[in-house]
């Protein structure tokens, strides 16, 4: 099984000027936990992450605990958020990006995600352009459905036999 059979291909990303607002909006409407940052061409520049996100608003997560205690710390929380305003795709993203190719193999690929320990990664084509994100997901949930059809046609056939 190839990662074209099970990517999601209806993706949603940003360009490297989309402000933070915008991309916390596309990642959260989106459900997912992760945006391509693509450049004019839709060829891959960078990922941003709901982490990402996360870690420009709270750089610790002690500071969340702090600040939770009160009301007036949760104003501050909304103030912390406006503050982002200036801040783009381009001082969010990973530069460094994992990703894999349309052609790869399911298994590689879960592999690859397994060792550089992330959930999901954005599918290129062979000219570099982003045509998808694959998440594991997507793929143990391709795996089990293969697979369970194959057991219960099984079933079916002992059924009949018996």
């Given amino acids: 099984m190839l990662i074209k059979d099970v990517m999601t291909s209806q993706v949603k990303s940003v360009t490297a000027s989309t ?5 916390w909006l596309t990642i959260f409407k989106s459900h997912t936990n992760a945006v391509p940052v693509v450049d004019i061409k839709g060829k891959l520049v960078g990922l941003v992450t709901r982490d990402d ?3 420009a608003l709270y750089p610790k997560y002690q500071e969340v605990f702090e600040e939770i205690e009160t009301p007036e710390n949760l104003e501050a929380m909304e103030d912390r958020i406006k503050e982002l305003g ?4 381009s001082d969010l993203m990973q530069k460094k990006v994992i990703f894999t190719r349309d ?4 298994m590689r690929a879960l592999s690859r995600m397994i060792l550089r320990r992330v959930n999901q990664l954005p599918v290129l084509n062979q ?4 045509i998808g994100m694959v998440t594991k997901g997507d793929i143990f949930l391709s795996l089990f459905q293969k697979n369970f059809k194959s057991l219960a046609k099984t079933r079916i056939r002992h059924k009949k036999k018996g």
């Fill in 103 to 106: 052609t790869t193999l399911v």
């Fill in 19 to 23: 402000p933070y607002k915008a991309i």
């Fill in 86 to 89: 200036g801040v783009k795709a």
């Fill in 53 to 55: 996100l996360l870690r």
């Fill in 127 to 130: 000219k570099d352009v982003v």
